[in-house]
């Protein structure tokens, strides 16, 4: 059990270290009867973890189910559940195309974009969605500091552009 390594650690570094190699485990024992994935340069993707964030890559829907099934299978042999209410699908295509995913009698929901580790992907495959939200904090950021900072007068326009430059420009955290 996962609590059961958890709990024998001491400290941050061993707990998030103690997770990582335990969800290594359940993506090895649930790959072992995966089928499909999709084709990139020289290797086949079936999966793509970081962290609890999971994101399985199929052609196919049929192996989509197949897929869901043995993960499920393997994270349930270590005590763990898929949340399936955060489960989505997105079928990535140039054309709109629809996909029904169902595992056990539960349909997941199929979504048009989602995000992931921050970033917010299209079924088009286009980034214009994300380019547009992170206009939009920059512009909420800026917006903040317009009267704190750039409106005031008794700040140097070098205090003020380094505050801008921190705030917006390298600071991609806040724009999420």
């Known amino acids: ?21 335990f969800m290594d485990k359940i993506e090895r024992e649930g790959m072992e009867n995966f089928v499909g994935g999709v084709k990139m340069s020289t290797t086949e993707v079936s999966i793509v973890l970081f962290a609890d964030d999971v994101m399985l890559l199929t052609e196919r829907e ?35 195309e629809g996909c029904k995913v169902c595992v056990d009698g539960e349909e997941i929901e199929h979504v048009q974009n989602m995000k992931y580790l921050g970033a917010i992907q299209s079924a088009d495959g286009t980034c214009e969605e994300e380019i547009e939200h992170r206009v939009g904090a920059a512009a909420r950021v800026i917006g903040a500091m317009r009267k704190e900072v750039l409106e005031r007068r008794e700040l140097k326009k070098a205090t003020k552009m380094r505050v801008y430059n921190a705030m917006v420009i390298t600071n991609h955290a806040v724009w999420q």
């Open 62 to 96: 049929e192996d989509m189910e197949t897929n869901l099934r043995e993960l499920k299978k393997a994270m349930s042999n270590w005590g763990m559940k898929i949340h399936w209410g955060k489960t989505k699908v997105m079928v990535v295509s140039r054309q709109e």
């Open 1 to 21: 059990m996962v609590s059961d390594i958890i709990r024998s650690e001491a400290g941050l570094c061993h707990v998030t270290m103690a997770f990582n190699v």
